[in-house]
């Protein structure tokens, strides 16, 4: 549908091939999901005792899986008890900044911060391959649950279908067409991306069984419930 809107028909000699498309299918794939903030995963990572900044030096940083669009929370789990602590983010060059020395602690003990280290590097996959550690070496094995949005999968000529169901499939075509259009009539491709807009907006205001419809609920805990059930 979106070839018919830009009058790019031609199979035997296409301004865009369906390679090129599928690029554009996966880029729409992601700016609707950090749109929406779904789909969600999470990831676990286990922290060995002394795992962490010791000597100048970062012991045994961690990858982060190479599908994550935004990081939503991150849990350090002691992984007998189940007891955990919620870690604040920093960036190195933040954490640098907060603690010149952070590399040089004096003891193990319970991290308060995760840290994304500076430098991703190139990944196996479409995206980059970034590290995560904390800012002290950790005084016991623990389980680090990272919730995040997820990046759909990449598509491919064979399996092209998205995570999201039919209903916002529109949104792809819209999506698609102003990207195909913005090399020959900007214009044109700001109508459609408004199109595109106006479509995922309409879709986000209606109630989607593929969503946890109460999701934007969830994301705000009340604090007060939340002290009576530690206390419980």
């Not at 020395?101 to 980059?128: H, K, M």
Request: aromatic letters at 12%; hydrophobic letters at 35%.
């Amino acid at each position: 549908m979106a070839r018919t809107m830009v009058n790019d028909t031609d199979s035997s000699n296409p301004f865009h091939t369906d390679a090129n498309l599928l690029l554009f299918v996966d880029d729409w794939g992601v700016d609707l999901a950090a749109y929406l903030g779904w789909p969600r995963a999470q990831q676990t990572i286990t922290f060995a005792q002394g795992d962490g900044p010791n000597s100048g030096a970062i012991t045994n940083a961690k990858n982060l899986n190479q599908d994550i669009v935004e990081i939503l929370s991150v849990y350090f789990e002691n992984i007998t008890t189940g007891l955990a602590n919620r870690l604040k983010p920093r960036t190195e060059h933040e954490m640098q900044a907060y603690n010149p020395q952070w590399r040089y602690p004096s003891g193990q003990a319970l991290p308060t911060y995760y840290i994304l280290l500076d430098g991703p590097t190139e990944g196996t996959v479409d995206w980059p391959q970034s590290q995560v550690t904390v800012n002290l070496p950790c005084n016991e094995v623990r389980t680090m649950r990272i919730h995040y949005i997820q990046a759909p999968a990449a598509s491919s000529i064979t399996t092209n279908s998205p995570i999201f169901p039919p209903n916002y499939h529109k949104s792809a075509v819209y999506y698609l067409a102003s990207m195909m259009m913005l090399p020959k009539d900007p214009r044109q491709a700001d109508y459609y991306f408004k199109l595109y807009d106006l479509e995922r907006k309409r879709q986000k205001s209606l109630t989607s069984n593929f969503r946890d419809d109460a999701i934007e609920i969830w994301d705000h805990v009340n604090l007060w419930d939340q002290a009576i059930a530690y206390k419980s």
